[in-house]
């Protein structure tokens, strides 16, 4: 299986439950760790880190594009960023079912996104079910909160600090808690 093959595995929703497909997502996995270990273990200067975000990512990413150190993945190879975008450090990224991060997004410290879940009965627990995660454009998520697989964050929307996100969030709004629950409209 290539990733290319894999990728369009992940737009369906199955679950990714084959030996050809925990296989390669086992060799994207110790890819990913060998490249943010390097990345994750000594000073870079902004450039040195977008070409290793580059190599990660598999796409030359933006000049505007910044990253604090350390950065965490598994994967690595489904991860999209727009412009202007900042990740603080010690973020976590569960790719597989693929990060859309839009232009303008500042992520704060200890943010988790994960787009993998497993199936509730115990039988299906082995299988793991992707679905995308999307940030529009402008969207802040303050430090240690989750995102969680499927869910779309509209444009100019703050997500609080300590979040957890478990469904959509509209633009320009301001949600929190846990799960997060809005709290008040920007516009």
Not at 17 to 34: F, P, V, Y
Not at 81 to 109: M, R, S, W
């Amino acid at each position: 299986m290539t990733l290319n093959d894999f990728l369009e595995v992940v737009k369906t929703g199955e679950p990714l439950d084959t030996a050809e497909i925990h296989q390669l997502m086992d060799d994207m996995s110790n890819e990913a760790r060998r490249i943010t270990f390097r990345l994750n273990s000594a000073y870079h200067t902004p450039g040195e880190v977008r070409a290793v975000l580059s190599e990660l990512f598999g796409y030359k990413v933006p000049d505007t594009f910044r990253v604090f150190p350390p950065f965490y993945t598994d994967f690595g190879k489904n991860i999209h960023v727009g412009e202007g975008v900042f990740i603080n450090a010690c973020c976590h990224f569960q790719d597989h079912g693929g990060v859309t991060l839009g232009d303008g997004c500042q992520i704060g410290h200890n943010v988790v996104f994960a787009t993998l879940n497993h199936g509730l009965a115990p039988e299906e627990r082995a299988s793991t079910i992707p679905a995308p995660i999307v940030l529009g454009k402008n969207v802040w998520v303050g430090s240690n909160a989750t995102i969680l697989q499927g869910v779309t964050i509209g444009d100019n929307a703050v997500v609080g600090a300590g979040a957890v996100v478990t469904r959509d969030v509209p633009a320009n709004a301001v949600v929190g808690g846990v799960p997060a629950k809005f709290i008040k409209s920007i516009l």
